[in-house]
């Protein structure tokens, strides 16, 4: 437990507090008696992303200490992996961060791939694909976190406009893989199908919306008063703590560590396209704030990067051991027939070894560590997920603010539930 | 699957014999690594020895050798052309190359041939999912097609005999299947006819396919042409799970696996065991599964109505109790052949030594003379028999026959019985004098036989539904595990048996099969060496691997 301790209001950070000599100040709240409350916050909490509960123990409202309590959630992602053929985890992945799920799509591919050694043979035209949908789905996931916070800060506006556009986003990927928020697009050895062909067309007037309305929540939100009331100072963490707690993301990047998978460890053709990573200094929530926007104005650039870039091919590579035969063959030969049914029914055959691979989700570094036996189904599937890192920093970040500033501190964070909880 | 079998140790003369020949081994290499193997093994053995597979499809290793689907085609040094490795026998010095190139093309060559003309029949073959023909396709090959004319068709259902129909299209021609009959059955039934892509399959001139271990054909078979009628079209086997177990059929106690799903079986398959059943089983034994859907209990029976357990026992412990407190010499008990050794032990341990009853007697079906030979079938179609006779001998009771049962039954010296299973077979007489007991509780698991006229029945698990170990003729106690669970309110019968002991105001506290079998170790002297065994997860036939 916490100790007892008295605050003071109108300073914004822990140290700040620390650092004052308690005597010297008159105010309300010490001549006020009270005694520590323990309450209650979430699993359905009106103002909480996710379904994660928190229990508080708050003198006044100020909190002391906090039991952050995430597993609502939990699918067993790892254990059901075990437990399904290589094929079959993509649906799963789907389910991890579901505002990005092409990305966590991507990241898991990539260490199968790198299981079997094909990653260097995946076709030029699949990874710019894959490239594309994931930058696609980091400005869904940030416009999904920017526009929630934003609304529970009572800027409900932000929260349209930015909804509207990762509607336009959603209805692309909607009409890339079939499915709105569980696409599934990504196969071991390349992408399900190639792009749609009024994708370009589509996206480049998409994204000059998006360019319009980031134009607008910026002067919607940038200097108001009241959000930068409820933003700057709260929740600060130093880039140090950042390191020692393993932060990473753009949570890590608002506290100054400029660290991105994209730019330090190049996955894809990622070395190919010219971007910032934008850095913060403080790392309170409007840093992160700031961070999320610039990261999507970014995606942006490479999303424009890579229209340019993408050559025609196949978007699947062509390895009998991955590629599924194509149907007319699979109908009237006995050999592409056999294929497909150990493909289905097996799995594909991923030789004895363990890979763990790492790409820049949504919310920082998403790995997969999967150690193959031989057999079509992987003997054990971890999943680094961001997220759950993330959390364990909220007791940290929250202690010594108001019960309010959980809202957007935990906003900020962009907690997500099927990610955290696995 | 051997490990999960429980086990008396090899018996010391065996032992022996080996300690005093001197180990004589030959030591070859196969792909760079040195290999150490017994004389006269063959080198697709000696690969198999260090975890590498050779294709084959004619090879099977409890059958004689073929070499005719050259499939598992080695270069060997100093041999001028490629060698079947499944014929050739690992001599010391030899260099044996499977990786070769040459040697790879010339099998993936040969699987091309076999795959000519095969159907593309996978979406409705019985065999799909564990068929070998898929697994070393997708294994070692994996090219596309490159037929461009109409394959050769042949007849699709030809019936061979009682139990198997053939499709001929789907055969591969390894001759595994007629080498089954020759040497498994002994009976030469079938034969190829036909030469090169028009050979095919077929009855011995005047035979039919009818032997009693005819749908070992079917096991062997590498790819979906013969199918057995009892299984063919009605479950895909990649959907079911497989426990191991051992057939309940005689008293040989042929190893199994019980293949099931949604708490049903569907069929069982021999489980490899060298010193019981090799690689086989009857036919009459891998029927003996539908015994566990036919005319079940499935909740307590008072006077022929269904009752509930708390009635059921209550009923069933105020009538052992007027019979324990009256004249005990007239109240029987009848162990039973058909039941695993703890549900015996824990009945003779109640009657024996808590109850001092003298009249036990040993339950279980007529024995059947006809079906015996000199293979797997044996006369005695219980399986414990004698299991049951080693837990009576340690408890030092002789136990009374089905005759001196008939004798006690006619001669009106019992007045109450408690048996286990409802297998005996009575004269009339006896029966008569059954229906005027004074108290007749039955412990059954079907409706059939003397279940019919009890005053209490209880209804109990079967060999596939609860764990326990039985005896066979060998006197290997042998572990079964229960694949899915007994029917309505059914329960194994050792705790039956121990909750009727709590009605009777007698604690035997069991509560798992283990706890009895590990008293039994120490009690009878014929379990000393057992091993009650690992618990066994039900294995998903999709996730095995094609076992082909």
Known sequence: ?422 | MSDHKTDNKPDKTAAGKAETTPPNTVTLTIDGREVTVPPNTNVLEAAQSIGIEISHFCYHPGLSIAACCRQCLVKVDKMPKLQPSCQLIASDGMVVHIADPDATLARQQMLEFTLLNHPVDCPICDKAGECTLQRFYFDHDNAPSRLDVAKVRKPKVVDLGPHIVLDAERCILCTRCIRVCDEVAGEHQLEMRYRSDREELGTAPGAVLDNPYSINTVDVCPVGALTAKDFRFTMRAWELMATPSVCNGCATGCNIEIHHKNERAWRLIPRHNPDVNQYWMCDEGRFTYRALRDNRLAGPVIDGLPASWDRALGVAADKLKAALDGDKSKLGVILSAQHSNEDNFVLSKLARDIWQLGKIYLGGKAPVPERADDKLRDADVNPNTAGVKAVARAAGYTLGDKSALERDLTGGTLSALLVLGNDIELSDEALTALAGLDALIVIASSEDRIARRTDVTLPCAMWAESHGTITNRQGRVQRMHAAFPPPGQAMPAWEIINRLGQACDVALGYTHPRTIFKELCGAVDAFKDAEWGKPVRPLQLRFAGSRG
Not at chain 1, 116 to 131: F, G, S
């Open chain 1, 1 to 422: 437990m916490a100790e007892l301790k008295t605050y003071v209001l109108g300073r914004k950070t822990i140290e700040d507090l620390e650092a004052l000599d308690q005597s010297d100040i008159k105010d309300d709240l010490q001549e006020i008696p009270s005694e520590l409350m323990t309450i209650n916050m979430g699993p359905s909490h009106p103002a909480m992303h996710g379904t994660v509960r928190i229990v508080l123990t708050v003198d006044g409202e100020r909190i002391v200490a906090s039991d952050v309590q995430p597993g609502f959630l939990h699918r067993c992602f790892e254990k059901e992996s075990e437990y399904a053929t290589y094929t079959q985890i993509f649906p799963y992945t789907d389910r991890l961060n579901y505002v990005s799920p092409m990305i966590n799509n991507v990241g898991y591919a990539l260490a199968v791939e790198k299981l079997l050694d094909m990653d260097r043979d995946i076709p030029e035209r699949a990874k710019y694909i894959r490239v594309i949908v994931s930058e696609i789905s980091r400005i869904t996931d940030h416009l999904t976190c920017i526009g929630a916070s934003a609304m529970e800060l009572g800027a409900f506006t932000v929260f349209f406009y930015y909804i509207k556009a990762r509607e336009w986003l959603f209805d692309l990927l909607e009409e890339l893989s079939g499915a709105r928020l569980t696409y599934s697009y990504v196969r071991v050895g390349g992408v399900v199908n190639d792009l749609t062909d009024d994708f370009e067309a589509k996206l480049n007037q998409h994204l000059s919306g998006l360019e319009t309305i980031l134009g607008e929540v910026e002067t919607l939100l940038n200097n108001n008063k009241i959000f930068r009331d409820r933003m700057e100072g709260v929740g600060p963490f130093s880039r140090e703590k950042a390191l020692a707690w393993g932060l990473t993301g753009p949570v890590a990047r608002a506290c100054g560590l400029d660290y991105d998978v994209r730019k330090d460890y190049p996955y894809l053709v990622y070395d190919r396209f010219d971007f910032d990573v934008p850095v913060g200094t403080t790392g309170d929530c409007f840093d992160r704030f700031l961070v999320r926007v610039e990261e999507m104005r970014q995606s942006i650039r490479i999303l424009r990067q890579a229209f340019e870039q993408i050559p025609d091919g196949p978007v699947m590579i062509d390895d009998p051991r991955v590629a599924l035969p194509d149907k007319q063959a699979a109908y009237n030969t006995i050999e592409a027939m056999i294929r497909h049914f150990k493909h289905i029914m097996d799995g594909i055959r991923v030789p004895p070894g363990e890979a763990y691979t790492f790409v820049e989700g949504g919310n920082g570094e998403l790995g997969f560590f999967i150690v193959a036996d031989g057999t079509g189904q992987p003997y054990k599937c971890y999943c680094r997920s961001p997220s759950f890192i993330t959390l364990q920093t909220v007791p940290e970040l929250i202690k010594g603010h108001l019960i309010a500033d959980v809202v957007p501190i935990f906003g900020m964070i962009n907690m997500i539930g099927g990610e955290c909880d696995k």
